[in-house]
């Protein structure tokens, strides 16, 4: 019994290491959406954001600095922070540099942010306080929002819709005002695309679900957070009624800092918009 004992005492132990290793192999992934019609128009760059979501200061084991070098050389023109910043008041100074890092990434079309679950644990003031430090270091944070940008004289709409699993989301405040254009998405939980039928987008970044972040031998766990677990839709990019959405892996850990099947993840969306022709025709 002694030796069984050892034996998985020893099993524990390595388990516990590769995983929180694995805390600390950041992918980045590229995504390339094609416009409605499949295509690519010829000499026309793409929309490129960087999705960050789930930072989770609480258990994060990348640096600022380790993020910046990781994504220095790579065009961005938008970034969207899809939620979970954190859920401790003490963490919200060590936010400060990664705003900092994302300002010095220098994104042509701003940055973006949404709230997510853990964001809400926080208490009011707190929250106000996490609030404040987005937008004083140029982030537009969206609340049940949208705001419109001009990309090449195609209208981007982006939308974004707070956290959907606290019962936060208002998809008529969100879409309020909206004009003709190219709908993006940015929200936290992406359960919130079954309830999206009579809300129209051409593309959605979500997080929420960390892959798994155990996701061995399957992600048993995560059965209580909505349906799309149970569709098999946990991680990557997928399509529900032909709309494309994409659910991140986020960068940080909840609970215990370690991941198993899965690893945390920096997303470069290239999105091809259509010409401002079809934009007017599709008006």
């Known amino acids: 019994m002694v ?18 290793k694995n805390t600390r192999s950041v992918v980045i992934n590229h995504i390339d959406i094609k416009c409605k019609n499949g295509s690519k128009e010829k000499g026309k760059d793409p929309l490129r954001i960087l999705q960050v979501s789930d930072l989770h200061l609480e258990n994060i084991s990348i640096s600022p600095e380790q993020l910046y070098e990781k994504v220095k050389m790579q065009p961005i023109d938008l970034i969207a922070l899809t939620g979970d910043f ?5 963490s919200i100074p ?16 701003g940055i973006y942010a949404v709230f997510g679950n853990h964001d809400y644990v926080l208490r009011k003031d707190d929250l106000k306080q996490l609030k404040n430090l987005l937008v004083q270091n140029d982030v537009k944070l969206l609340q049940n929002e949208n705001d419109m940008i001009d990309i090449g004289g195609v209208p981007l709409n982006i939308i974004g819709i707070d956290d959907f699993s606290t019962k936060r989301s208002n998809l008529m405040a969100s879409y309020d005002g909206l004009e003709e254009g190219y709908n993006l998405v940015i929200t936290h939980d992406p359960n919130v695309v079954l309830s999206m039928n009579n809300h129209h987008f051409d593309y959605l970044l979500s997080g929420h679900f960390h892959g798994g972040q155990i996701h061995w031998p399957k992600p048993y ?6 349906k799309l677990v149970k569709m098999n839709m946990v991680k990557g ?3 529900y009624k032909e709309k ?6 986020g960068l940080g850990q909840t609970g215990i800092n370690i991941r198993i099947g899965s690893r945390p993840e920096l997303t470069i969306h290239n999105v091809h918009l259509p010409n401002a022709v079809e934009s007017i025709k599709a008006g």
């Open 3 to 20: 030796i069984v004992a050892l034996l998985i005492f020893i099993a524990l132990c390595f388990f516990i290491y590769i995983g929180n």
């Open 244 to 249: 494309q959405f994409y659910i991140s892996e």
């Open 221 to 226: 766990h995560l059965v209580k957070m909505g």
């Open 86 to 90: 954190l859920d401790r008041k003490r």
């Open 94 to 109: 060590k936010l400060l540099p990664y705003l900092q890092v994302f300002k010095a990434l220098n994104p042509t079309n």
């Open 237 to 239: 990019l997928h399509y």
